[in-house]
């Protein structure tokens, strides 16, 4: 359990790591209202990253099932986006999708 761990803590850096540099490369070429939409969506990805993990450790131990409370994440990103003026939705998805590339890379470089 202590190697799941460690590789939650990674996965996690990586998102965060990769969101932060996905937002500042937004804000170089398309401004801020872009980067902060993005970097809302990547704050989005990691907690939607953990409440997976925090399922996913739960599934040995008293349940059969991964959770479904993780859905909510993108579903409040997405209403969250679209009531606020200042914040644009596709680059907020996209944000959100950064957790993906993260975990192939950790796939890809894992010992």
């Known amino acids: 359990?202590?190697?799941?761990?460690?590789?939650?803590?990674?996965?996690?850096?990586?998102?965060?790591?990769?969101?932060?540099?996905?937002?500042?490369?937004?804000?170089?070429?398309?401004?801020?209202t872009?980067?902060?939409s993005v970097l809302v969506g990547a704050v989005a990805g990691v907690l939607y990253l953990r409440l997976l993990a925090r399922s996913v450790a739960r599934l040995g131990s008293n349940s059969r099932q991964i959770g479904r409370f993780q859905l909510v994440v993108?579903?409040?990103?997405?209403?969250?986006?679209?009531?606020l003026p200042s914040l644009?939705?596709?680059p907020a998805i996209l944000g959100f999708l950064v957790y993906k590339p993260a975990l192939l890379v950790q796939a890809a470089f894992e010992p």
């Open 88 to 90: 644009d939705l596709l």
């Open 74 to 83: 993108p579903v409040l990103l997405v209403v969250g986006v679209s009531r």
């Open 34 to 36: 872009t980067s902060l």
């Open 1 to 32: 359990m202590d190697a799941y761990l460690q590789l939650q803590i990674r996965c996690l850096l990586a998102t965060a790591a990769l969101g932060v540099v996905a937002s500042l490369i937004s804000a170089l070429i398309w401004g801020m």
